[in-house]
C-alpha cells in the first residue's frame, strides 16, 4: 500500500513537473530575426505601420507579443521599459505585438501605456492574429518573449494563459542581460 502511495506522488510530481516545462515559442538562439509590420499605437509613429525589427537594427532589442493586452503583459512592459530607460547608452529597444488590429487591442494598448506610464516601449497592433510567420510563435502561447542583438536572437520564451507571474517577469528582466553584454 505504502508503495502505491509513494509511486502515485511521485508520478502526481513527475506530472506537475512537466507540465511547467518551458513553452517553445519563438525563433530559436541564434536564428535571425526578419522583418514584420505592425500599427504603432503609443510610440513616435502613432498611426503609422511601420517595421520595428528595421527600425531598431541590430541593436539590442525586446519584443513581446500577446494575442491581448493582459495586466500581467502591461507589468511586464513596464518592467522593460525600465530596462530600456536605464539603457539608453547601450541604445536598447523594445516593443510589445499585440496580435489583433481590432480597436478594442488599440484601446487597451492606450489605457496599459497610461495606466503604467509606459514611456520607451511602443505598444503595437498586428494583422497578423498568429504573428509573422517566420517567427515561429506558438499557437498556445499566450506571450511570446524575444530577445535579439545584431539581428540573432538571444532568448525566446512562451508562456501559457496564466504562466506569466512576476517571477517569470523578474526572470526576463534579468534575461535582457543575455542582449547587453
Not at 518573449?145 to 526572470?171: E, H, N, T
Amino acid at each position: 500500500m505504502r508503495a502505491c502511495a509513494w509511486l502515485a506522488a511521485t508520478l502526481a510530481l513527475v506530472a506537475s513537473t512537466v507540465g511547467a516545462a518551458e513553452l517553445k515559442s519563438g525563433l530559436g538562439k541564434g536564428e535571425f530575426v526578419n522583418a514584420f509590420y505592425v500599427t504603432d499605437v503609443t510610440g513616435p509613429s502613432k498611426g503609422e505601420e511601420l517595421c520595428y525589427r528595421c527600425k531598431f537594427g541590430d541593436r539590442p532589442v525586446v519584443c513581446v507579443f500577446a494575442k491581448e493586452m493582459t495586466p500581467e503583459v502591461a507589468e511586464l512592459t513596464k518592467a522593460i521599459d525600465g530596462v530600456v530607460a536605464k539603457n539608453e547608452e547601450a541604445r536598447m529597444a523594445g516593443f510589445v505585438v499585440v496580435l489583433s488590429d481590432s480597436e478594442k487591442a488599440a484601446a487597451a494598448c492606450k489605457e496599459a501605456a497610461t495606466s503604467q506610464k509606459i514611456a520607451k516601449v511602443p505598444l503595437t497592433t498586428s494583422k497578423e492574429s498568429h504573428g509573422p510567420a517566420s517567427y515561429k510563435l506558438n499557437p498556445e502561447a499566450d506571450v511570446t518573449v524575444m530577445m535579439w542583438v545584431d539581428g540573432a536572437v538571444k532568448v525566446s520564451k512562451g508562456f501559457q494563459k496564466g504562466q506569466l507571474k512576476k517571477d517569470a517577469v523578474q526572470a526576463l528582466v534579468a534575461d535582457t542581460k543575455q542582449i547587453l553584454e
